[in-house]
């Protein structure tokens, strides 16, 4: 299973640990679903900060970029904007602009089996920004994040050109063509500095 396309996220048993800190999701868009049964959990919903990104970054003391950079060291929030949901039974959940909204799972008061199921979501609009954290997404402890990040790469630059086969009309100037192949050998760029040495070893 993928790390960011979905992945399971299991409760450490160590009741102190279970508090995973406030932070901005690394991509556009995500769904966390409770999968064990809440009834068996003391704590443990999802909590959220009623504000904005600027807010945070002012109430934090830290700058908006590094927001999603700093999980376990934000905090200090006013009580009064923190919301807790806490989840009907085993198959709910919330779908969230998850870069936007700072939250983090409620810290269990005792130990429980815990997991929620976290599928991701990118906008399939081109015009809509890359908001993919993968400054901070590529130092995960996972085995899969390199191949994520050059398939997520690979499907951008496909989706440019196919945009541009769709839409770009016969009668128009051939220039129309080149945001779209530019954009689309960006992706590939970028895609094949992150597979750095071994691009020139192929070569060779
Ligand atoms: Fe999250």
Same mark, same amino acid.
């Given at each position: 299973m993928p790390t960011l396309g979905s992945s399971f996220v299991y409760a450490p048993p160590q009741v102190e640990r279970t508090n995973q800190g406030w932070h901005m999701d690394s991509? #556009?868009?995500?769904? /966390?679903?409770? /999968?064990?049964?809440?009834?068996? *959990?003391? !704590?443990g919903g999802f909590q959220y900060f009623q504000g904005t990104l600027q807010e945070v970054a002012r109430i934090? #003391? /830290?700058a908006e970029h590094e927001i999603r950079t700093s999980v376990g060291k934000l905090g200090n929030l006013p009580?009064?904007?923190?919301? *807790?949901m806490t989840y009907q039974r085993?198959?709910?959940g919330a779908f969230m602009q998850g870069n936007m909204v700072l939250h983090r799972g409620e810290p269990l008061r005792r130990p429980a089996p815990r997991? &929620?199921? &976290?599928?991701g979501f990118i906008a399939l609009d081109l015009d809509y920004p890359d908001v993919t954290n993968w400054r901070e997404v590529r130092k995960w402890n996972s085995p899969s994040v390199t191949n994520e990040y050059l398939r997520h790469r690979?499907?951008?630059?496909?989706?440019f050109l196919d945009d541009a086969i769709a839409t770009q009309?016969?009668?128009?100037?051939?220039?129309?063509?080149?945001?779209s192949l530019e954009a689309a050998l960006q992706e590939i760029e970028l895609a094949? *500095?992150?597979? !750095? !040495?071994?691009? #020139?070893a192929s070569a060779a």
């Open positions: 991509l #556009g868009f995500d769904c /966390v679903i409770m /999968v064990s049964d809440p009834d068996e *959990t003391n !704590g934090c #003391g /830290v009580a009064d904007r923190i919301h *807790t085993a198959g709910y997991s &929620v199921f &976290v599928p690979a499907w951008r630059a496909r989706s009309p016969f009668d128009q100037p051939a220039e129309t063509y080149r945001r094949l *500095t992150e597979l !750095g !040495g071994r691009r #020139g």
